[in-house]
């Protein structure tokens, strides 16, 4: 793989991590609710499920996903319930903003579950992978090093994009100053989760 064929990856996966969604807004959400520490633990579990996708298209797995209809309906409903079911629950949560408090009821082991979900029941993450790679993977060279290279290069951007949103969200959070204000942040956040679960089950998969 050459540096400019790379810095072109580098370029396209940037764009993509950019975008806003369900990981973006689980970062934000806990980032507000939780602080910078529940962020971090909140983005190592959306990190493990990027990661876990990237083995599953690196062993070929990702193409039954991209061409199975099964597959990615019953992954797509899940996941689509799954966004649906944490919207519910940010939307009926509390407006208390005692940082403290909120991290003793969730803790950061929760944290990370619940984000590692929010990935893991992505089908788009995976199929979008499965189409990806293939176009930057050079067929004359080995082939799992140029894997290694896509992956690692795809959760760093990753990490570095989440990070940003997390700062964005503990910035958010310093001018939070009323039960109010954090209960209207709750709903937003909740109506996100929401919207993206229902978006997600009306995707369609495209063979």
Request: a positive charge; glycine letters at 10%.
């Amino acid at each position: 793989m050459t540096i400019e064929w790379w810095l072109t990856y580098l370029f396209t996966t940037s764009i993509l991590s950019l975008s806003p969604g369900s990981g973006a807004i689980n970062t934000m959400s806990t980032g507000i609710s939780h602080g910078y520490r529940g962020a971090v633990a909140s983005i190592a579990g959306l990190q493990l499920g990027l990661s876990l996708h990237i083995v599953l298209v690196g062993v070929g797995l990702g193409a039954l996903f991209s061409h199975s209809l099964l597959a990615f309906e019953i992954l797509k409903w899940a996941g689509a319930a799954y966004l649906v079911w944490l919207g519910i629950q940010q939307w009926r949560s509390a407006g208390a903003i005692d940082l403290k408090a909120v991290s003793k009821a969730m803790p950061r082991r929760r944290l990370f579950k619940r984000a590692l979900l929010v990935n893991l029941t992505n089908p788009k993450s995976i199929v979008f992978l499965a189409a990806l790679f293939p176009q930057f993977v050079l067929p004359h060279q080995p082939q799992l090093a140029q894997f290694l290279v896509l992956g690692i290069t795809t959760v760093v951007v990753d990490i570095l994009v989440m990070i940003g949103y997390a700062t964005l969200a503990t910035r958010i959070a310093i001018w939070i100053r009323g039960p109010d204000q954090m209960k209207l942040l709750n709903r937003s956040f909740g109506g996100m989760f929401i919207a993206v679960g229902a978006l997600l089950a009306c995707a369609r998969k495209v063979v």
